[in-house]
């Protein structure tokens, strides 16, 4: 058992990340998409929110998808976690075809791909304790015959590793946890899981700045850890550059622009792109605010 | 010299709890504003940054308290007045208050137009709805809203577009300070500029005299506001003008929030984020001494029982730590290096 002074991520013993993944376009693919489409409403009403979408994402990549409100960012993740029917086209995942037609071919899925979402006040059942949410995840990823001790252990595992303290923690309600603290566990829920695919919903734009860089580190450190994918879906290009290594940047539901994160930010192509990166306020350049249109 | 709009000495506050705790959130908060200037507050959830915004408005509804200290605006004290006095006399007219969530603000029931002559009739029961109306139709005009907004139900406008409705909406009645609570945290990028554009153009046309704009986001802050306070644990830590604050923040908290930035600029992949770790103090029971000492990387012992005032340096600056400014220098010149 790891002790809570090895595993705590300060910035003294913190690991320099692997930032750039050189043999990533090698690596299988793990979620493959080709002309996905959602069309939402019939008839003379519909609204397409996403529109012939392709992607390839690998094992152990960090993408991130890029795009203002209303771009269908939400809506893809959805489709991607089973969660909305996609109108049309096709998602391999690894390397075959998604099949969720039943509810335990469902479940099944869900065994390979996880979820952070935007508001942790609303990520728990607020009638279960802490221990209650992370003993369900031990339990749902076989470790329902493990004996206490060894449950205890994997909890403490799992807390040290969000730098949360599990003793602290026990016989309390999610909601006596502050946000920060809420996404963390969210991530210790994750760590326990070890899905092949995590897909993270704005995990940061509900929380402060300060405990924002803490999240994102824990996502790179657990992406190195485990080597699982990571999908980042943020309407902040800021965030995108820092943590991954593919961006795709959305808008009206299509992808106008896909590649590295150096790439696209620092040599954007798409006039879109562009404009989200000068809307960035930044510090070392002047905001222009003379060209705002209503 | 130009003229203070709002002045605030020593102002306490408190919330009392179910089971009668007291919990300070705002602690000795002294600040003025001159006629024309942008303050920006900044620091982490939980900071008391909106409750200091609420007892700004010298509107104290349980379980919030007011203990001490005094507001002035334009020359006139607004404290311990009784909260209907406050409402009728202060709000809208003196001291105006975008809410963190624009999206619940707007009555879902009455279009923006109803809703705009009930603001209004609330302070003068007698004005006429044309009047209103033509009113409301200019300033949107001014201030780029369609016209069209005015007749439409908030469930049909996007997040933006409701936000930008209650900032026309609040400063309807030209308050002379405004008081922006986090309104673009919950916008995109895009839509927080046009935000941001029309609070400058609310100052630059005389329609709000002073401002504060309260947020997490220390970029934002920089581009938009003259000055930067930054609180921690109800206590104004630091305070200074933008560019002091970003480039040359002296307290070891300012510092670490200017650490976390995170801007598409080149350099920011490669660079180690430095979080600041642990929690902010519990308020029911503040530290004695520094609050920031539990967190704090170069705390000494006299740091946890010293009561720390406010220290004045470099003439317009003031921060509140235990360490001398040259010592603080010192350290971070050795660290940077």
Same mark, same amino acid.
């Given at each position: 058992?790891?002790?809570?002074?090895?595993?705590?991520?300060?910035?003294?013993?913190?690991?320099?990340?692997?930032?750039?993944?050189?043999?990533?376009?090698?690596?299988?693919?793990?979620?493959?998409?080709?002309?996905?489409?959602?069309?939402?409403?019939?008839?003379?009403?519909?609204?397409?929110?996403?529109? %012939?979408?392709?992607?390839?994402?690998?094992?152990?990549?960090?993408?991130?998808?890029?795009?203002?409100?209303?771009?269908?960012?939400?809506?893809?993740?959805?489709?991607?976690?089973?969660?909305?029917?996609?109108?049309?086209?096709?998602?391999?995942?690894?390397?075959?075809?998604?099949?969720?037609?039943?509810?335990?071919?469902?479940?099944?899925?869900?065994?390979?791909?996880?979820?952070?979402?935007?508001?942790?006040?609303?990520?728990?059942?607020?009638?279960?304790?802490?221990?209650?949410?992370?003993?369900?995840?031990?339990?749902?990823?076989?470790?329902?015959?493990?004996?206490?001790?060894?449950?205890?252990?994997?909890?403490?595992?799992?807390?040290?590793?969000?730098?949360?303290?599990?003793?602290?923690?026990?016989?309390?309600?999610?909601?006596?946890?502050?946000?920060?603290?809420?996404?963390?566990?969210?991530?210790?829920?994750?760590?326990?899981?070890?899905?092949?695919?995590?897909?993270?919903?704005?995990?940061?734009?509900?929380?402060?700045?300060?405990?924002?860089?803490?999240?994102?580190?824990?996502?790179? %450190?657990?992406?190195?850890?485990?080597?699982?994918?990571?999908?980042?879906?943020?309407?902040?290009?800021?965030?995108?550059?820092?943590?991954?290594?593919?961006?795709?940047?959305?808008?009206?539901?299509?992808?106008?622009?896909?590649?590295?994160?150096?790439?696209?930010?620092?040599?954007?192509?798409?006039?879109?792109?562009?404009?989200?990166?000068?809307?960035?306020?930044?510090?070392?350049?002047?905001?222009?605010?003379?060209?705002?249109?209503? | 010299?130009?003229?203070?709009?709002?002045?605030?000495?020593?102002?306490?506050?408190?919330?009392?709890?179910?089971?009668?705790?007291?919990?300070?959130?705002?602690?000795?908060?002294?600040?003025?504003?001159?006629?024309?200037?942008?303050?920006?507050?900044?620091?982490?959830?939980?900071?008391?940054?909106?409750?200091?915004?609420?007892?700004?408005?010298?509107?104290?509804?349980?379980?919030? /308290?007011?203990?001490?200290?005094?507001?002035?605006?334009?020359?006139?004290?607004?404290?311990?007045?009784?909260?209907?006095?406050?409402?009728?006399?202060?709000?809208?007219?003196?001291?105006?208050?975008?809410?963190?969530?624009?999206?619940?603000?707007?009555?879902?029931?009455?279009?923006?137009?109803?809703?705009?002559?009930?603001?209004?009739?609330?302070?003068?029961? /007698?004005?006429?709805?044309?009047?209103?109306?033509?009113?409301?139709?200019?300033?949107?005009?001014?201030?780029?809203?369609?016209?069209?907004?005015?007749?439409?139900?908030?469930?049909?406008?996007?997040?933006?577009?409701?936000?930008?409705?209650?900032?026309?909406?609040?400063?309807?009645?030209?308050?002379?300070?405004?008081?922006?609570?986090?309104?673009?945290?919950?916008?995109?990028?895009?839509?927080?500029?046009?935000?941001?554009?029309?609070?400058?153009?609310?100052?630059?046309?005389?329609?709000?005299?002073?401002?504060?704009?309260?947020? %997490?986001?220390?970029?934002?802050?920089?581009?938009?506001?003259?000055?930067?306070?930054?609180?921690?644990?109800?206590?104004?830590?630091?305070?200074?003008?933008?560019?002091?604050?970003?480039?040359?923040?002296?307290?070891?908290?300012?510092?670490?929030?200017?650490?976390?930035?995170?801007?598409?600029?080149?350099?920011?992949?490669?660079?180690?984020?430095?979080?600041?770790?642990?929690?902010?103090?519990?308020?029911?029971?503040?530290?004695?001494?520094?609050?920031?000492?539990?967190?704090?990387?170069?705390?000494?012992?006299?740091?946890?029982?010293?009561?720390?005032?406010?220290?004045?340096?470099?003439?317009?600056?003031?921060?509140?730590?235990? /360490?001398?400014?040259?010592?603080?220098?010192?350290?971070?010149?050795?660290?940077?290096?």
């Amino acid at each position: 058992m790891k002790t809570n002074e090895s595993c705590v991520i300060s910035p003294e013993n913190q690991s320099v990340q692997i930032r750039h993944l050189e043999d990533i376009q090698s690596r299988p693919s793990c979620l493959r998409g080709k002309g996905v489409t959602k069309i939402f409403g019939t008839g003379g009403k519909q609204t397409v929110a996403v529109d %012939h979408v392709d992607f390839d994402f690998h094992e152990g990549e960090l993408v991130s998808i890029v795009g203002e409100s209303g771009s269908g960012k939400t809506t893809l993740s959805k489709m991607l976690l089973g969660l909305l029917n996609v109108t049309e086209g096709e998602i391999f995942y690894q390397g075959k075809l998604r099949d969720i037609s039943t509810a335990k071919k469902k479940r099944e899925y869900w065994k390979g791909i996880q979820a952070i979402f935007q508001d942790p006040f609303s990520s728990f059942n607020v009638f279960n304790k802490i221990d209650t949410v992370l003993l369900d995840c031990i339990n749902m990823c076989g470790g329902r015959h493990f004996s206490k001790e060894k449950k205890i252990e994997l909890m403490t595992e799992a807390c040290c590793f969000v730098n949360l303290k599990y003793a602290e923690l026990t016989n309390k309600y999610p909601f006596e946890l502050s946000g920060g603290q809420m996404q963390r566990l969210m991530i210790a829920r994750v760590f326990l899981l070890k899905p092949k695919i995590l897909l993270a919903d704005e995990p940061t734009s509900m929380i402060d700045a300060c405990s924002r860089a803490t999240i994102l580190d824990m996502l790179l %450190h657990l992406r190195d850890e485990t080597g699982m994918t990571i999908l980042f879906i943020t309407h902040d290009i800021g965030l995108s550059y820092y943590i991954s290594d593919d961006v795709y940047i959305m808008e009206h539901g299509k992808f106008v622009e896909h590649g590295t994160a150096d790439e696209v930010i620092l040599a954007p192509k798409a006039d879109y792109t562009k404009r989200l990166i000068s809307d960035v306020p930044k510090i070392y350049e002047p905001w222009d605010l003379s060209t705002v249109k209503y | 010299m130009s003229k203070t709009v709002l002045e605030v000495r020593g102002l306490t506050t408190k919330y009392i709890t179910r089971f009668h705790e007291d919990v300070y959130a705002v602690d000795d908060v002294s600040l003025t504003i001159e006629e024309g200037k942008s303050l920006g507050i900044a620091g982490e959830s939980g900071c008391g940054k909106s409750t200091l915004a609420l007892s700004l408005m010298g509107y104290y509804f349980a379980p919030l /308290h007011y203990i001490s200290g005094e507001i002035i605006i334009d020359g006139k004290s607004i404290s311990g007045m009784d909260p209907d006095t406050v409402r009728k006399t202060v709000l809208g007219t003196e001291i105006a208050y975008i809410p963190q969530s624009a999206m619940n603000a707007l009555n879902p029931t009455c279009k923006t137009r109803k809703f705009i002559q009930d603001v209004i009739h609330a302070h003068d029961p /007698h004005a006429d709805n044309k009047q209103i109306s033509e009113l409301a139709e200019s300033r949107f005009a001014e201030l780029g809203l369609p016209a069209s907004v005015l007749d439409r139900y908030p469930v049909e406008l996007s997040g933006g577009m409701k936000q930008r409705t209650v900032i026309a909406i609040s400063t309807i009645l030209k308050p002379k300070v405004l008081i922006a609570d986090e309104p673009s945290s919950a916008l995109d990028v895009s839509s927080q500029k046009m935000v941001i554009k029309m609070l400058r153009d609310l100052m630059d046309k005389g329609y709000i005299r002073a401002m504060i704009f309260i947020t %997490h986001e220390l970029p934002l802050l920089y581009n938009v506001t003259d000055d930067i306070m930054v609180m921690y644990a109800g206590q104004i830590v630091e305070k200074g003008t933008a560019r002091e604050m970003v480039f040359d923040p002296v307290h070891p908290y300012s510092r670490g929030l200017m650490h976390s930035i995170i801007v598409p600029e080149q350099g920011t992949r490669n660079k180690k984020l430095s979080a600041i770790p642990g929690t902010p103090p519990n308020l029911k029971k503040p530290p004695e001494g520094c609050r920031f000492a539990e967190r704090c990387k170069y705390v000494v012992p006299q740091c946890r029982y010293n009561t720390l005032p406010m220290i004045e340096f470099e003439g317009t600056r003031t921060y509140r730590c235990g /360490h001398s400014i040259q010592h603080l220098k010192e350290v971070y010149r050795c660290e940077d290096e």
